[in-house]
């Protein structure tokens, strides 16, 4: 073979494997293009099953506090039912103690020899009380003892309302 006829084999030789080289470049090309467009759909499908599982539990936790403030709603609306219908009562209880439809009195202790003290013992002939001896309280006392007892009603209803607020959170 001579020189010439020897650089156009090796010629040749090397466009064909510059051929071979570039066929097989084209092919992994493809090949690797239709692999990042699996991943890339595979990712794709990974991620709307994310944002799916996020949306429903962002619903679910929606509905639990949509449910959470109705049950406050209810139990706020009761004990401000409670405590309305505790100021009526009490209202009235003063109005009646005003217009001396009712009195206070308290029990006295029989045995008890406090020096100085005008209350008789034995309950009147007159009285529909037969039980022990009693006293009656002055009206304006009387209202004071009603308000203090209306502000303790008052104290328990809002502990109760506290105490089922604590309760439907703690649920």
């Not at 944002?51 to 639990?64: F, G, I, L, M």
């Not at 217009?99 to 006295?108: E, F, N, Y």
């Amino acid at each position: 073979m001579s020189p010439a006829g020897l650089k156009l084999a090796l010629a040749g030789v090397l466009a064909l494997l510059l051929l071979t080289a570039s066929g097989v470049w084209k092919v992994q090309d493809w090949r690797y293009d239709m692999e990042l467009a699996d991943q890339v759909r595979l990712h794709s499908d990974d991620l709307t099953a994310i944002n799916n599982a996020a949306t429903a539990q962002v619903t679910v936790e929606q509905d639990k506090r949509l449910a959470l403030e109705q049950r406050l709603s209810t139990s706020e609306q009761t004990h401000y039912r409670a405590l309305i219908d505790a100021q009526r009562d009490q209202g009235r209880l003063r109005d009646r103690l005003a217009t001396a439809d009712v009195r206070l009195s308290v029990l006295l202790d029989a045995d008890d020899t406090a020096p100085g003290c005008s209350v008789p013992t034995t309950s009147s002939t007159g009285g529909v009380d037969h039980g022990a001896a009693r006293a009656r309280l002055d009206p304006a006392h009387a209202q004071r003892i009603i308000a203090i007892t209306d502000a303790g009603d008052r104290g328990l209803i809002a502990l109760q309302a506290c105490q089922a607020y604590i309760r439907a959170l703690a649920r």
